[in-house]
């Protein structure tokens, strides 16, 4: 349907009403990952800039493609309404806790257990299809903040901390994802 470097103010509008959006990254040699998120993590900054708030979760592949290339699509399908598909195309950066910027990226978001990483992409194309291919599918409730948030808040600052140690340090190419700070490798 149409290319562009930047985000157009209906793209900018479609991107704010979906409730669903999926990351791609990968680095040389590496597995190309793809995730679904979701909750209220992401924020559209600029027609050229998107923030993302990526919460805790069972690996960390983005983080460690990002260090190590940069590279990152972000695609939006409509579910619901007109069918479109919308990818983003960019170069992108990861912050942590442990970094100066993590105080006013984090403060763009509502505070919830388990914040992680937040990654800031600068667009440098954007494409958008027909989308006839997705089917209609309304959204029943988001499982998140049932489900997540508080298992999160359960295991507290600490055990967040070895979770992290456990599952988040490493990609599952052996890959660092920067998550731990410096000054404790």
Same mark, same amino acid.
């Given at each position: 349907m149409g290319h562009s470097n930047h985000l157009s103010p209906q793209l900018r509008t479609f991107i704010e009403g979906q409730r669903?959006?999926? $990351?791609?990254?990968? &680095?040389?040699? +590496? +597995?190309?990952?793809?995730?679904?998120? @979701?909750?209220? =993590?992401? +924020?559209?900054?600029?027609?050229?800039?998107? $923030?993302?708030?990526?919460? =805790? /979760?069972? @690996?960390? *592949? =983005?983080? &460690?493609? $990002?260090? *190590?290339? /940069?590279?990152?699509?972000?695609?939006?399908? &409509?579910f619901e309404g007109p069918a479109l598909i919308l990818r983003v195309y960019g170069r992108a950066k990861v912050c942590h806790p442990h970094q100066a910027d993590w105080a006013d990226l984090s403060a763009l978001f509502p505070s919830m257990a388990g914040q992680r990483n937040i990654f800031d992409l600068e667009i440098e194309a954007v494409q958008t299809s027909c989308g006839s291919g997705v089917p209609i599918m309304p959204v029943q409730e988001e499982r998140g903040y049932d489900e997540l948030a508080p298992y999160y808040e359960k295991m507290g600052p600490e055990g967040l901390a070895r979770y992290w140690q456990r599952k988040n340090l490493q990609s599952i190419d052996g890959q660092p994802t920067g998550l731990e700070p410096k000054e404790s490798r």
């Open positions: 669903l959006f999926f $990351v791609a990254t990968s &680095a040389p040699g +590496r +597995r190309i990952n793809v995730s679904p998120k @979701g909750m209220d =993590t992401l +924020r559209v900054l600029s027609n050229q800039r998107i $923030v993302w708030m990526n919460l =805790t /979760g069972s @690996g960390n *592949e =983005t983080a &460690a493609h $990002v260090l *190590e290339d /940069g590279r990152m699509t972000l695609m939006f399908c &409509a």
